[in-house]
């Protein structure tokens, strides 16, 4: 006879993966009764339901038992969510000025810089390098990290808690993942600043090395609300070549002041192509990631070069700092990323300007 004990043992190695804990440690695992173990699950309509089940019944197959899934009742479910929020309150923001987690606010004067591509790459190399890392789409109008990341998966929610899908290793919520594919999102700004609380706030993070957000373009609602909750965060801004001075003195200056956080720097993104020969090509002309840079008084970090497989990758959901790792735009944003590593804490509150 296989004691629940053994049982224990051979689930400790299935890991939850949306929480990213062995079931063993989530109050998952039931009574043993004859050859069948209850595995519990958070809700019973949890989208993991038949991958857990898999690695379940993989795990206890030698020991001659088999997997009856099963779901937490509401007791159960809040003790796990007290579990998870490590004694924290419900509902309360876990970035305040002591967290100790690297957060950087992805931002850009215009659209169609890319933006959310380096932002999505970025945070798939932070994860690559171990780090524990999560990425929150704050581009509330044109969110599209799920579609770059290949993630078609609902959060799973347990009561006001919502737990981020994962993809290569990265804890992402995004907007599109409650709206339906064809919905315009066209919310009025006490919504936005809502919603954004709300990823804050209810989504289940655990504790993350960095936090990535994808800013709207511009300036705005979203971006003072998230300087309010985030003051140790830092701004990263994306330019191209081509940034006009206009451009640079009106948005990107107006970023830098309307969330008052520190900036970190500027990445110049389609710096260039390469061509066959390694000479460079420089389509959209040269200079705005040093113009911005000057401009915010920061540094520009690096440029990332026009790359086919950079861009097939995000529409395919395939970053490709994995997917390609030599290509040279993978190259440059793995050397970014190294550079985010790098950052020190500052403990320190900020005071904001806004406020
Ligand atoms: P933003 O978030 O700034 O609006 P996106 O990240 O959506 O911009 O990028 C806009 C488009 O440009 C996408 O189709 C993306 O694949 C492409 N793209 C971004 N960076 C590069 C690059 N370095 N080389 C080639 N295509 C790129």
Not at 38 to 66: H, M, R, W, Y
Not at 273 to 292: H, K, P, T, Y
Request: aromatic share 4%; hydrophobic share 45%.
């Amino acid at each position: 006879m296989t004691s629940r004990d053994e049982a224990l043992a051979a689930l400790a190695r299935v890991i939850d993966p949306e929480l990213r804990r062995p079931i063993t440690e989530l109050g998952m695992v039931g009574d043993l009764t004859g050859s069948t173990i209850d595995i519990k699950l958070t809700i019973p309509t949890c989208p993991a339901a038949k991958q857990i089940e898999a690695a379940a019944n993989l795990a206890v197959e030698s020991l001659g038992l088999t997997v009856n899934l099963t779901a937490m009742n509401q007791d159960e479910r809040d003790a796990l969510k007290l579990q998870l929020r490590a004694g924290r309150a419900p509902r309360t923001n876990p970035f305040d000025e002591n967290s100790v987690t690297r957060i950087f606010l992805v931002g850009s004067g215009k659209g169609g810089v890319g933006k959310s591509t380096l932002t999505a790459n970025l945070a798939v190399a932070l994860a690559d390098q171990g780090f524990s890392v999560g990425l929150i789409d704050a581009d509330i109008f044109g969110y599209s990290i799920p579609g770059q990341l290949g993630i078609t998966d609902k959060p799973t929610q347990l009561d006001e808690m919502i737990l981020p899908p994962v993809a290569f290793g990265v804890k992402v919520i995004s907007i599109g993942m409650f709206v339906d594919g064809s919905q315009a999102v066209a919310w009025r700004g006490p919504m936005l600043h809502r919603t954004v609380e709300q990823f804050l706030k209810d989504v289940f993070w655990g504790q993350l090395d960095f936090l990535l957000i994808d800013m709207p373009p511009g300036t705005g609602d979203v971006a003072i609300s998230l300087g309010q909750n985030l003051p140790t965060a830092k701004s990263l801004v994306i330019t191209t070549p081509q940034t006009a001075a206009a451009e640079v003195a009106l948005r990107s200056g107006a970023l830098g002041l309307q969330t008052g956080q520190s900036v970190f720097g500027v990445i110049e993104n389609m710096s260039w192509l390469e061509n066959q020969d390694g000479s460079r090509l420089e389509i959209f002309g040269s200079g705005g990631g040093e113009a911005v840079a000057k401009h915010l008084e920061t540094s520009l970090l690096g440029q990332v070069p026009i790359s086919v497989s950079l861009r097939e990758g995000s529409d395919q959901g395939k970053p490709v700092v994995l997917e390609n790792p030599v290509d040279p735009a993978a190259v440059a944003i793995q050397s970014l990323a190294k550079k985010m590593a790098e950052v020190k804490l500052d403990l320190k509150g900020k005071t904001l300007p806004m406020a």
